[in-house]
């Protein structure tokens, strides 16, 4: 069983910056793989990074691509998702999600086991 508590949302000017934090409860967060989502009012929930066990691979949507960086603390038991040049589109609740048992990277919803309450992004222009 693993617990997620996200935190670091809040409201900024286009083109500013936030950093999402993301702390796992357990010992074996090491072994999960992770992801980023986000859900906007009146729409699905979206994929928007993810992170494999060790940190060494990442993927990323196209919106986000270029724009923000997913990584990963396992001393820590926390995931990051710095977010930069914001734009009003990227307003959201922002999701982390944590995905066991795989080696691969997934932006499917249905495949992660655990998730955050979420933290609001609020991006205004």
């Known amino acids: 069983q693993v617990q997620l508590v996200e935190s670091g949302g809040g409201s900024v000017q286009a083109g500013g910056s936030l950093r999402l934090s993301c702390a796992a409860s357990?010992?074996?967060?090491?072994?999960?793989?992770m992801g980023w989502f986000r859900q906007a009012p009146g729409k699905e929930r979206e994929f928007v990074a993810a992170i494999s066990w060790t940190g060494a691979r990442t993927y990323y949507s196209d919106s986000a691509k270029g724009r923000f960086t997913i990584s990963r603390d396992n001393a820590k038991n926390t995931v990051y998702l710095k977010m930069n040049m914001l734009k009003p589109e990227d307003t959201a609740v922002y999701y982390c999600?944590?995905?066991?048992?795989?080696?691969?990277?997934?932006?499917?919803?249905?495949?992660?086991?655990?998730w955050g309450q979420g933290t609001q992004v609020t991006v205004s222009s």
């Open positions: 999600a944590a995905r066991r048992g795989s080696a691969s990277l997934s932006t499917l919803y249905s495949e992660y086991d655990y």
């Open positions: 357990g010992r074996t967060f090491s072994s999960y793989g």
